[in-house]
T-cell receptor, first 112, second 112 residues
Framework: GDSVTQMEGPVTLSEEAFLTINCTYT??????LFWYVQYPGEGLQLLLK?????DKGSNKGFEATYRKETTSFHLEKGSVQVSDSAVYFC???????????FGSGTRLLVRP | NAGVTQTPKFQVLKTGQSMTLQCAQD?????MSWYRQDPGMGLRLIHY???????DQGEVPNGYNVSRSTTEDFPLRLLSAAPSQTSVYFC???????????FGPGTRLTVT
């Protein structure tokens, strides 16, 4: 079945470091891909998305590129801030579906 | 717009008790869903609805009931609480044909 696999956390970085959080997926056809972020004590918010192969989603300095050939959607940011500390979820909506399928989440901790 | 609201924020139940988690949205979204979030497991879909009067099961529906009598409200009922239902519950909604889901702030439930 359709699924999402994320790297396990926590990921601990110093401020201004480069961030990569890996995400790979299993799905038939062309799913839509998403990154959601959950700040402490809050619900999830959409961070970025990509709906077709080679699309790049970007928001707040974060980027992810839809790679069909490697079934990946890795999240990157060039210079993280303390305020980026949160849990990041990769997710997909399969073709012809409306169900959002989540990965297990990766906690990011950024130290000053 | 208030967005997606959930009540209560916190709840403690004894095994065997029943309760209803409330969810409401004021964005006229047709699609609403309930997820539970457990450590290391991401968010798992419990039940969803594509419109008033229509509900269906998600990945982990056992022990939960839902109904959708209006577009705005989508309550989740625990019939006889069990310790395995200790979790954080999120309600979400979106417009049909749109990708982005909007999440409520969550309800933290503890069953003793």
């Amino acid at each position: 079945g359709d699924s999402v696999t994320q790297m396990e956390g926590p990921v601990t970085l110093s401020e201004e470091a480069f961030l990569t959080i890996n995400c790979t997926y299993t799905a038939t056809g062309y799913p839509s891909l998403f990154w959601y972020v959950q700040y402490p004590g809050e619900g999830l918010q959409l961070l970025l998305k990509a709906t077709k192969a080679d699309d790049k989603g970007s928001n707040k300095g974060f980027e992810a590129t839809y790679r069909k050939e490697t079934t990946s959607f890795h999240l990157e940011k060039g210079s993280v801030q303390v305020s980026d500390s949160a849990v990041y979820f990769c997710a997909l909506i399969p073709d012809s579906s409306y169900k959002l399928i989540f990965g297990s989440g990766t906690r990011l901790l950024v130290r000053p | 717009n208030a967005g997606v609201t959930q009540t209560p924020k916190f709840q403690v139940l004894k095994t065997g008790q029943s309760m209803t988690l409330q969810c409401a949205q004021d964005m006229n979204h047709e699609y609403m869903s309930w997820y539970r979030q457990d450590p290391g497991m991401g968010l798992r879909l419990i039940h969803y609805s594509v419109g008033a009067g229509i509900t269906d099961q998600g990945e982990v529906p056992n022990g939960y009931n839902v109904s959708r009598s209006t577009t705005e409200d989508f309550p989740l009922r625990l019939l006889s609480a069990a310790p395995s239902q200790t979790s954080v519950y999120f309600c979400a909604s979106r417009l049909t044909g749109e990708d982005e889901q909007y999440f409520g702030p969550g309800t933290r439930l503890t069953v003793t």
